[in-house]
């Protein structure tokens, strides 16, 4: 079993930047790769961007260049570093982790709002 407790969202204004934080605890020798999801209100959870425990990372084409997923020194936690914010960022955003044998976690999600 793998916990995620994710921090960071909250309210911001067009233009803003917000970061995101994702701490896992539990089995996570198991972790093979650490994501964030988003689900906006009406739409399905879609990925943001994911990092391997190799360090390869994706992105969704519609945050490209905008936001950035790192890992940090102790590898049970991950960032989400959110630049040039939209409206349509609006969702809650998901902390994931898949293990080598597929089992998959997900956090309780954070709010993030882009709003003037």
């Known amino acids: 079993q793998v916990q995620l407790v994710e921090s960071g969202g909250g309210l911001v204004q067009p233009g803003g930047s917000l970061r995101l934080s994702c701490v896992a605890s539990g089995s996570i020798f198991s972790i093979a790769t650490m994501g964030w999801y988003r689900q906006a209100p009406g739409k399905q959870r879609e990925l943001v961007a994911r990092i391997t425990s190799g360090g390869s990372t994706n992105y969704a084409d519609s945050v490209k260049g905008r936001f950035t997923i790192s890992r940090g020194s102790a590898k049970n936690t991950i960032y989400l570093q959110m630049n040039s914010l939209k409206p349509e960022d609006t969702a809650v955003y998901y902390c994931?982790?898949?293990?080598?044998?597929?089992?998959?976690?997900w956090g309780q999600g954070t709010q993030v709002t882009v709003s003037s």
């Open positions: 994931n982790s898949q293990a080598w044998n597929s089992d998959t976690f």
